[in-house]
Structures are given as C-alpha cells and as structure tokens.
C-alpha cells in the first residue's frame, strides 16, 4: 500500500510564486495527495489565485493571523488528514515526479523524517542562480544542502521536508522560533530516538532571495539563530558551525596585516579562496556571469552569516542574555 501524503505551504503574500508552484503541482505523475494552504495573514488575497486550481488539484485553503512560517505549519499539520506531512516554502517549483519519488523512497528508505536538495531552476535570472550556488556550494556551509554526500546525519529542512505525522505530534510540530525553526525540529526528532534521511531524487527549485541586500539579510538571521540551537541541542554542536565567523575575522586580520605590516600572506590565502570558487561555480554552472556574481554571493554569505552568529555567540555567552531577550523578533509568543 504507497503511503499518503499531504503538502503543506505557509505562506506570507508572494502570490506569484504560489502561482508557480501550485502549477507545477498540477502536472505529477502521481496525483493522489492532498495540498493544504495556510495563509499567514498575507496582504494580498490569495483567493483568486488558488481558484485557478481547485478543479485541478485536491487544495484547502486556510487564513490566519500571522504567527510565522513554523506555527503556521503547525496550523496546517493539524487539518492534514494523511499519515505523511511534506512541507515545502511558497517560493519553490518542484518537478512532476516529485510526489511519485517521495512515495517510492519512503517505502525503501525506511525513516521518521526525510527531506531533499534545492537546486537553481534554468528558468531563474543569473543572480538567483548566483546565489542558489553559494547556498549550495561545498566551498560554504550551504553544502549541506546540495548533496547527502556533505553530511554524515541529514538534517531536512522546511523548503523540502517530509514527517511522518504522528512523530510530529509526539514531538510538537515547530518550535515557537520564527528563524531556524527546521533544524531545531531535526534535532529535536534526532534527540527523541527517530531517524531522518536524504532522498536525492526529490529536490526542488529554490528561488530565494532576488538581490544581494535581501539575501545578505536573510542569512545574517540564520548565523544569528545558529547559536541559538546550540543552546537548544548542545549534543549536536559543530566547530564547523563557526567557520564564517572565522572567515570573516581573518579577513579582518589580514587586512591590518597588510595596513600595519606591508604583508599580505593571509590576504593572499583570501586570494586563493576567491579564485576557487570562481572556477568551481564556472564549472558547475557553465556561465562567467553566474560565476562572477557568486564569488559576490559567497562572500556575502560567509560575512552576513558569520557577523550574525558572532553577534548572537556574545550575547548569549558573554553577556548572558537569553535567546528571546536577546532576538525578540526571532521567536513568537502565542
């Protein structure tokens, strides 16, 4: 008997991207699964959109006031009526076997918990592109999302992420953190005795952030919430986890090395890095443009992320301050 699935969308206006994604929804090869749409007190009406698909798909719409993506999957969790929950972000396009091969891969790959990689659509504009390569580059942190080959223990995360429904009741859902509510939920499955695994024929395309400035925000919170899970989940901590602060510091040094000291041997390790990633992403993406703009991405990404889990890192650990007090705006109360 194939296992029943119900998907899961939270979502916070972004009406076109909806669009997107319910239309590739449209075309799987296996159609027996139940879409379950939680508005998160959008502003716009996203009424109209999910009428062009009713005839089409088996969809339920539901609208509340905004509490976040993690309490509003929570929300939608509770009226799937399938033993199998998969969440997947509003800003995503899967492909039409995308269905069939959860279901194939749930019945081989016994486990609690899955999830999937994200990848650049050849549809996305070069700077989505760009930034899709540093957020799945094994030249970044984001390695751990490109490939199980990365990790050693698979952590699922919300834009493409399977549960099976009765674990996630017996763990309660999300958390009430607003940022890193997925790998907290990972750990926390992981700290209850279940298992989780990569199915490598399910990833999807991620669209992201569409500049630099939104991109730099968004994983800036991400290193802030880094620190955080630590404190949540001390048995799963990795040095790793402080690499982009130790990029960003040493790239600091290297430069009042130079200013101070005429020399430039850490600057020209800097200079090693740049031109590795350059011709990786040239390799991987078969576009000078893309390659050019990712070295950007990349090191907006060592540095926003690394700033923000130093940040969080000294605040909680310094000055002792409590995660809540600390980033307010990161948890939801409700």
Request: aromatic share 16%; net charge positive; hydrophobic share 40%.
């Amino acid at each position: 008997m194939k296992p029943t699935i119900s998907i899961i969308v939270a979502i916070f206006n972004r009406k076109d991207e909806l669009f997107e994604l319910l239309n590739s929804l449209v075309i799987q090869t296996d159609k027996d699964f139940e879409i379950i749409i939680v508005d998160d007190g959008s502003l716009v009406d996203l009424r109209p959109t999910i009428g062009n698909f009713e005839s089409f798909l088996n969809i339920r719409y539901f609208r509340k006031d905004n509490s976040g993506p993690g309490l509003s999957r929570n929300f939608g969790a509770r009226r799937a009526e399938n033993e199998w929950l998969v969440f997947v972000d509003s800003d995503v396009i899967v492909e039409e076997n995308y269905v069939e091969n959860i279901k194939k891969d749930i019945i081989s790959i016994p486990c609690d918990a899955f999830g999937g990689a994200d990848k650049a659509h050849k549809g996305f504009n070069l700077m989505q592109k760009a930034i899709s390569y540093s957020m799945t580059s094994v030249f970044t942190t984001g390695g751990i999302r490109g490939s199980k080959k990365a990790v050693s223990k698979f952590q699922p995360r919300s834009f493409n992420m399977g549960v099976k429904k009765e674990v996630f009741e017996k763990v309660g859902g999300f958390s009430e953190m607003r940022i890193g509510e997925d790998p907290d939920l990972s750990m926390t499955l992981w700290e209850n005795g279940y298992t989780t695994a990569f199915f490598d024929d399910i990833a999807v395309y991620h669209k992201r952030r569409v500049d630099f400035g939104k991109f730099s925000k968004q994983v800036y919170q991400f290193g802030c919430a880094r620190p955080i899970l630590n404190q949540r989940h001390p048995n799963y901590v990795k040095i790793s986890f402080a690499f982009p602060t130790l990029f960003l510091l040493g790239y600091i040094i290297g430069f009042l090395e130079y200013f101070t000291m005429g020399k430039g041997v850490i600057l020209a390790f800097y200079g090693l890095y740049t031109f590795m990633v350059l011709f990786h992403a040239m390799f991987v993406t078969k576009n000078i443009s893309i390659a050019g703009m990712a070295v950007i991405s990349t090191y907006i990404q060592m540095f926003s992320y690394g700033y923000g889990f130093l940040k969080s890192w000294v605040l909680l650990n310094v000055f002792r301050m409590k995660p809540e007090e600390a980033f307010p705006k990161h948890f939801h109360k409700g």
